[in-house]
């Protein structure tokens, strides 16, 4: 059976193998966490950490892209440290600066003195999640966020660090990864990322689950729901998604935000007012909301997943 | 016969090439070493691996997804495979002998042997007939042979505007029988479905919604790309002394933290122009709905339609339907007199800043005046941009193309994915 092994750069360091568990037991642990996701996802996760390869992560915004870094590590038990992107954001912000505060007030306190301090030292910089997952002292989850807000000239930056997991201060030279972090990149798709960044990394897309996937997902995270509900709410959503035309179909995120609010209103079944009460917890559009107006609204979706399918009863 | 999972793994990628996906060397590396860590005699396990690894966009998934069943068959399935490739081949050599004119093929391409090799009987036989019936007219020398070329390719393509079975996703065959056998597999049990890829002119009624879905897609991405604020640039920075010292007050003033200046990105003016004859009607709807959408985040687009003359498009409360009740609409081309009417009543949109965008298919009533009164506009804008839903192959049989080609950037454009392709290489 195959095992995840995860080595330190360094040779001497080699036998802290920390981690060692099958596709299988990657599974359990997600579930332990409550992600419920099927051998698509897993087996592109599990792939990454094998060939110890970034894992870029596209979809639609809700269905739980940055979870899987969050999940990964608690499931590794380790950091997580994140790079949140957006335009504009450079090395500065990415990588490192120098304290120019503290380097300032050094040298006022020492003027007088002479002093064989380098201000140009570890001491001097302020870590920013690039370096700080790289000089970590173990093996950290680096969650690269949103990556296509960024501009092609960041992404090119980091893809460079994301191959060599080493960083050149011209000051006072090369800092190597103590541990190679597990890299999770995560794209909305609003741009088209280079060639290189994607041919470095193990790609992962997802889409909408399917009802039954939903229907866990929805038990795992507001159990309260009765199980008819719970399906016919997993109906819903997929009625939203797949007949209607939405500009913004409703991602899972929202569809955990709806059984809440039906719990709000201590729904135990679906009816024609409590979808019009709470529609907006789904649609957040007003071409959307027209849409769904128009093809019938409240009423055809009830008649379109009342007896259709699986109905489960507690 | 070849049975390492190498070679599997490598012809497989061959297949996905075939269909335009961009798998290189380093993806197929990856795709073998992954391998290595997972079931494989797991299908699912399988699957998963090679499109974490082969597959590197979202829009590529239904390809993939194809190819692999076609791929990954039992050697029966592959045999199969095999002799409907052959008895397909055989069957387009039969056509071939089937359409002849005074004792000589036609000449047809694979496409067109496809097409009529798609068509219920009661069509080919009336194909047939007619290719029979002119073969053997009164008078009729082999000069006529292109023109009865000319007619048959005019009744295939109409042919395949009414039927979708005959819109086959085109693809290269490699020279390998069976891997031949799968594409061919692939292209028969796969019609182009994907709205994305589809040609305009070929998206029925009952899919606008969807199309209108897509294109809100696709201009969402062109937008965030157009608003962008500052462009980077490799030049020599310039310090902004303002930013700088605002800065350094942190520091005492000291200049420690130095800003540069950036170039702003002017976002561009766009003046589009749409030809709204007959054929080329459906085009201009998605490409308008396309600008229509893009002038959320882009305000300065002037839109006009034009067929005999010109006319002012409104994107507040468009609609394509509204395009169907122009004046215009369904006249014969005539790009002259809707150039020359834009530079006479609408000059003041004709900017240095400011691109001309042109969708026609060329096919206009003179030419020779349009290209001139193009050449003028040409000094008073930035650029001029030709999109043309003719395939490239056949340009060359339109002497207005190459008028039109001396004064403008001209780009195939039949399809939403190359209409957003031209516009972000032009405006990112």
């Known amino acids: 059976m195959n095992r995840i092994v995860f080595y330190s750069l360094s040779e001497e360091n080699r036998k802290d193998e920390i981690m060692d568990f099958t596709l299988e037991q990657l599974s359990e642990k997600f579930k332990e966490e409550n992600y419920i996701c099927g051998e698509e996802i897993l087996v592109p996760v599990y792939l990454a950490l094998q060939l110890k390869k970034p894992l870029l992560i596209a979809g639609a915004p809700g269905v739980g892209k940055t979870e899987i870094a969050k999940v990964l590590s608690k499931v590794l038990k380790t950091e997580l440290i994140r790079l949140q992107c957006y335009e504009g954001l450079d090395e500065n912000k990415a990588l490192y600066e120098w304290n120019y505060q503290k380097q300032l007030l050094y040298i006022q306190a020492n003027k007088d003195h002479d002093s064989a301090v380098d201000i140009f030292s570890r001491e001097y910089i302020l870590e920013r999640p690039l370096l700080k997952a790289i000089r970590a002292p173990k093996r950290v989850v680096l969650l690269v966020d949103e990556i296509d807000k960024t501009d092609a000239e960041f992404e090119a930056f980091l893809f460079e660090i994301l191959s060599d997991f080493q960083v050149s201060v011209p000051e006072f030279g090369t800092i190597k990864a103590n541990e190679i972090p597990v890299v999770v990149l995560t794209s909305n798709g609003e741009r088209d990322l280079s060639d290189g960044l994607k041919r470095r990394c193990i790609f992962l897309h997802i889409g909408f689950p399917s009802i039954e996937k939903e229907v866990e997902i929805i038990r795992r995270k507001a159990s309260a729901l009765g199980g008819e509900l719970t399906w016919q709410l997993a109906r819903s959503v997929a009625y939203l998604r797949n007949e209607i035309g939405l500009r913004k179909k409703p991602s899972i995120s929202e569809t955990l935000d709806w059984a809440q609010a039906l719990l709000a209103f201590n729904a135990d079944r679906m009816t024609e007012h409590l979808i019009e009460r709470t529609m907006n917890v789904l649609l957040k559009d007003q071409e959307d909301i027209e849409t769904f107006i128009n093809k019938g609204g409240a009423g055809e979706m009830l008649k379109r997943v009342k007896g259709r399918g699986k109905v489960e009863r507690d | ?428």
């Open chain 2, 1 to 428: 016969m070849i049975n390492y999972l190498e070679d599997h793994v490598a012809r497989f990628a061959q297949v996905l090439r075939s269909f335009g996906l961009p798998v290189g060397t380093s993806e197929m590396l990856d795709a073998l070493e992954a391998l290595k860590y997972i079931e494989l005699m797991d299908k699912s396990q399988f699957r998963a691996a090679l499109k974490a690894t082969l597959v590197k966009d979202p829009v590529h998934d239904a390809f993939f997804e194809n190819a692999f069943s076609a791929y990954f068959v039992d050697p029966d399935v592959r045999k199969e495979q095999v002799q409907g490739h052959q008895d397909h081949l055989a069957a387009r050599e039969e056509v071939k002998k089937e359409l002849e004119f005074q004792d000589t093929a036609l000449d047809l391409n694979e496409r067109y042997l496809d097409m009529y090799l798609q068509l219920p009987d009661m069509e080919q036989k009336r194909v047939k007939d007619f290719v029979s019936r002119t073969s053997e007219g009164k008078n009729v020398t082999s000069s006529f042979k292109p023109i009865l070329e000319k007619v048959i390719k005019g009744a295939l393509d109409y042919q395949k505007e009414r039927r979708k079975e005959l819109r086959l996703v085109p693809v290269e065959p490699v020279g390998e029988e069976e891997i031949d056998a799968v594409l061919h597999q692939i292209t028969v049990g796969n019609k182009e479905k994907d709205l994305l890829y589809r040609n305009m002119e070929y998206i029925d009624e009952s899919e606008y919604q969807e199309a209108r879905v897509l294109i809100r897609k696709l201009t969402r991405r062109l937008a965030s790309g157009i608003s962008r604020r500052y462009q980077h640039s490799s030049k020599i920075k310039r310090v902004d002394l303002r930013r700088s010292i605002r800065a350094g007050i942190r520091y005492g003033g000291t200049l420690m933290d130095l800003k540069y200046k950036q170039k702003k990105m002017q976002k561009p003016e766009i003046v589009i122009l749409c030809d709204i004859s007959g054929s080329m009607l459906k085009y201009s709807q998605f490409t308008l709905l396309f600008m229509q959408a893009l002038s959320e985040s882009l305000p300065r687009i002037n839109a006009f339609v034009f067929a005999d003359n010109l006319e002012k498009i409104d994107f507040m409360g468009f609609s394509v339907e509204q395009m169907t009740q122009s004046q215009i609409w369904g006249e014969g081309t005539n790009i002259n007199t809707a150039l020359k009417n834009l530079m006479g009543n609408h000059y003041q949109v004709l900017r240095k800043v400011s691109v001309l965008i042109v969708l026609s298919d060329t096919k206009s009533l003179q030419g020779e005046e349009a290209a001139k009164k193009l050449k003028e506009i040409k000094r008073r804008v930035k650029e001029i941009v030709w999109l043309n839903p003719l395939p490239k192959a056949d340009w060359s049989r339109y002497p207005t193309v190459s008028l039109f080609q001396k004064y403008c950037s001209m780009r195939e454009c039949s399809s939403l994915a190359q209409l957003s392709k031209v516009l972000t290489k032009h405006f990112i």
